[in-house]
């Protein structure tokens, strides 16, 4: 996507437009050739009008002022975007911007449209409006790219499907002569080696109950939103309204000693859940026990003392400091604990002397303690990760894609500290891409679609692909027979934080 | 192991050498495209070196330099810019000279009480920039430049004669400090000069720089925030206290920069007190790669820059420019952001590789092991 966009340049391989090859060194040279992209977050400045935010960066095309505002109107009535020129962006919804940022594309002339996770925003009226706009362009002429997790809206919009996975193509389908379960299993392959939990180890003592968590999306997103630095807090008053509920009255428990399988695609609010969980983003409703004790009001650092343990989703950017030491590395995250810390004082002797354990035990290849974290290969560095989040004797695990980008060796060595851990009375909420690695690992599953747990299931007798099907919301509710069904849709139970400490 | 350490001492070392020899060669450059001898005032003015009044002179100003410097740095070290130092710097030093000159407490109390008044007024002032970007997410780098703005009308307010203005001959001042309030520095000889008393605060600063950085909980958070917002912010540290801790303690220290001076030596606040002080610390802090001791060596520089280039003037037999040394200062910010990014980008690939080939070595050696073993 960055190479057709020209933001990167390819090793190998070539791109061809009509039939002509061609190459890219900037995001102009693509436009040039007509391929024009709509940014999953948008690239729009609040404080000017549309007009304006159109003509930025290509004025010479038709002048900033009537002659543009012109040629606005005639886009906009010819696909039926519905724009107005004079609009100011900060008063506008997401939808419209959306618009507003495939018509700033067709303005520069183009013929290939890219949409990278266009609908994660939209709520599903505004998705349907999208998707007609869309068969609008592609009647026109225009050829459009639509990069998006969420299969039913692939399979809607498409004409043909490519399935990529780990960088590369797995296979195209025709939307008209495939199903939903189909593409699922194409998307999450099945080579892998499959872990398996052998006896139950769950108790019965709750360690984790989640009571109508709902969070809202921060509404309107522009440029850089998700980089604003204060995580909490700032992005929290766009509430309200019809923003889009990311969490939608989620309700669950995890026991001792119980792994919690959550199967979803991708941005139906796994994210969220987890920031919720780990406290970088506040709950708009609902309650967190841990331990009996509520923690919906804790700062990260007092639920990361008290026995939460957090393998993050993107290690780079959560988990590691990577141009910092190994050693300083160990110390992230437990900064304030034993044996990283002496009262007020840092102890880089006790640090570094872990750091060497861990890198012993979990078999971290590195040549020493004092290398940057980023000389690593990613499987040792989330080795490094699974280590000092064991250490430090968590009680409940958030394991976001624990062997995401991890060799199969260092797969096989995580799950076996999961287990491990498990028997010794860990809770653990997985989330995974993986549903091999989810149905291997879980005592329970869970499905989450659009922010809601929709559906539980028993990972002993159901199937990746019966999973997968659930995992586009075509299935809701109990997936197997048998067993009494457990309250995955808690609906009826309303928001509403209940009080049930004990 | 060693080798590693070996490595990043290289690494360390290499920026600033590559920055000052790039910033040399591009000033003979400009002294060769005026006409001028391209070598011969590096040698009049590291000759200035040798007398011992200069010495003094650097010192002095070094002082300065590096504590400002230090507030500065304490922003870089968690991506804050905080270009408000001057600023800081010129408020609390004028409010230490007010406060200075209307009380007058014993010396052993006076003294660390106007310590006091000097780094609240500086933290007051980088708190508000502070505040802003928390609570309304305004840029510091633009309410600092402001807060620069005001503080000097707001000191221009104070120092009118209605408030706390003195006029001593030609010079507005605030008035002279009362005795108690004076550091005694160290007597070098009526020819020499003398040097601040705190000189000491200042390695004493610097001290504690290293210290809380590198030693407590705080320092880690600090730099943990710099180093990755986003993994702080999963570690646990609150990015809104952080940055408003960070921008108090680094105007404090602004807060007190200018004090050497102004306890050791002036005694008031007047317009004479040199400006710009909190912008060639910027440069002085870049330089010296936030690290205590590189600060320390970039302030004496940067001093040995001001203090020896003004015998350029008056050199026989061919009198250069004193401007020469700050056409150098320049450059030398310049080529220390370049080569200082080039350098890292250059010391992480090559340790990436590095690690790459001791594990295949590793690896081939293990593999040759079993080889034999079968």
Known sequence: ?502 | MKKFDKDRVLVAVAGPVIALVAAILLTSVVLIASGKNPFEPYGLMLEQVGYSDVQVLIINQASLYYIAALGVALGFRMNLFNIGVDGQYRLGAMMTAVVGAHVALPSFLQIPMLLLVGALTGAFWAGIAGVLKVTRGVSEVVATIMLNAIATSLIGYLTLRDNFGVLVGDNVTTGVMKKSGWVPGIDLGEDVGEIYGLVFLAVALGIGYWLVLNRTRFGFDLRATGESETAAAASGVSAKRMVLTAMLISGAVAGISGLPLLLGDAHTYSLSFPAGLGFTAIGIALLGRNNPGGIALAALLWAFLDKASPALDYATPVAYDKEIATIMQGLIVFAVVISYEAVRQWGLRRQQKRVGAELAAAAAQNTQKKEVAV
Not at chain 1, 152 to 163: K, N, P, Q, Y
Not at chain 1, 341 to 353: C, D, I, M, S, V
Request: net charge negative.
């Open chain 1, 1 to 502: 996507m960055k190479i057709l966009y020209g933001m990167q340049k390819p090793d190998e391989g070539t791109i061809a437009v009509a039939g002509n090859q061609v190459s890219f060194s900037s995001p102009a040279d693509a436009i040039a050739r007509g391929i024009g992209m709509v940014h999953q977050h948008f690239m729009l400045a609040d404080n000017l009008t549309v007009l304006e935010n159109v003509v930025l960066g290509s004025e010479k095309l038709h002048g900033i002022g009537g002659g543009a505002r012109k040629k606005i109107r005639e886009i906009s009535d010819r696909y039926g975007l519905g724009v107005r020129p004079d609009a100011l962006v900060e008063d506008l919804g997401v939808a419209d911007r959306q618009r507003v940022e495939i018509l700033k594309v067709l303005f520069r002339g183009a013929t290939t449209l890219i949409l990278d996770e266009p609908t994660a925003v939209l709520v599903p009226q505004e998705v349907d409006a999208l998707f007609a706009n869309l068969r609008e362009l592609k009647s026109e002429g225009l050829s459009v790219i639509f990069i998006s997790h969420k299969l039913g809206e692939v399979l809607s919009v498409a004409d043909e499907i490519t399935v990529i996975r780990r960088g590369t193509t797995v296979g195209t389908a025709v939307p008209s002569e495939t199903t939903p379960r189909q593409l699922a299993e194409m998307m999450v392959g099945s080579e892998l080696p499959t872990p398996e939990t052998a006896e139950s180890t769950v108790t019965d003592k709750a360690v984790l109950q989640v009571e109508g968590l709902t969070v809202y999306a921060s509404g309107g997103a522009s440029v850089g939103w998700e980089e604003e630095p204060a995580g909490e807090g700032l992005t929290e008053f766009a509430g309200g309204g019809d923003a889009k509920r990311v969490l939608d009255d989620v309700t669950f428990t995890i026991h001792a000693g119980e792994v919690m399988g959550i199967a979803g695609v991708e941005g139906n609010g796994q994210t969220e859940l987890i920031d919720a969980l780990i406290g970088t983003k506040h709950a708009h409703s609902g309650a967190i026990h841990f331990l009996g004790e509520d923690i919906t009001p804790w700062p990260t650092r007092k639920r990361r003392e008290s026995g939460v343990g957090y393998i993050p989703e993107d290690r780079h950017r959560q988990g590691l400091l990577l141009e910092a030491p190994l050693w300083e590395n160990r110390i992230l995250g437990h900064v304030t604990e034993a044996p990283n810390a002496k009262g007020f004082w840092l102890n880089p002797k006790g640090a570094q002397a872990d750091t060497r354990r861990i890198v012993e035990e979990y078999d971290v290849r590195t040549p020493g303690i004092d290398v940057t974290a980023a000389s690593l290969s990613g499987g040792n560095q989330q080795k490094l990760i699974v280590g000092r989040e064991m250490s430090h004797n968590p009680k409940f695990l958030i394991a976001a894609h624990p062997t995401r980008g991890v060799d199969v060796g260092a797969q096989a060595q995580i799950w076996d500290r999961i287990r491990e851990a498990r028997r010794e009375g860990l809770a653990v909420l997985l989330i995974s891409a993986d549903l091999d690695e989810l149905i291997g690992l879980s005592d329970t599953l869970r499905v989450i679609y659009n922010g809601r747990l929709v559906a539980d299931a028993d990972p002993a007798t159901i199937t990746p692909e019966e999973l997968g099907s659930a995992m586009t919301g075509a299935a809701s509710g109990h997936l197997e027979h048998g067993e009494a069904p457990q309250t995955a849709e808690t609906t009826e139970e309303a928001a509403g934080p209940e009080d049930e400490a004990r």
